[in-house]
């Protein structure tokens, strides 16, 4: 079992600047990389930002380049999302996602997990 737990949401003033935390727990074997996705009212979950756990490799919807930063912490298995300047259109669900190994050396299984979501709401 593994669990992604987010935390860090709120409400916020437009400009204004919110920290998002994603740990991972369980039987992890390993990491293999980490994002967050977001989803607004009425509309799909979009993609938002990943990091490689090897390398620390980074890529970031056009949306958010410039404005939000993706950091990990590999020995808390945790993962980072700065946003700065946040707009009324950030306002969304942030989920966290990992691709985690489980198991033992000897016996392994990559599997996709996912976090409930936080709140990031920005309005005046």
């Known amino acids: 079992q593994v669990q992604l737990v987010e935390s860090g949401g709120g409400t916020v003033q437009p400009g204004g600047s919110l920290r998002l935390s994603c740990a ?4 992890i074997f390993s990491i293999d990389s980490m994002g967050w996705y977001r989803q607004a009212p009425g509309k799909e979950r979009e993609f938002v930002a990943h990091i490689t756990y090897v390398g620390g490799s980074t890529n970031y919807a056009d949306s958010v380049k410039g404005r939000f930063t993706i950091s ?22 942030y989920s966290c996602n990992a691709v985690i190994t489980t198991g033992s050396y000897w016996k392994r299984a990559t599997y996709d997990y996912w976090g409930l979501g936080t709140q990031v709401t920005v309005s005046s």
């Open 72 to 93: 990990r912490d590999n020995a808390k298995n945790t993962v980072y999302l700065q946003m700065n300047s946040l707009k009324p259109e950030d306002t969304a669900v």
């Open 24 to 27: 991972a727990s369980g039987s």
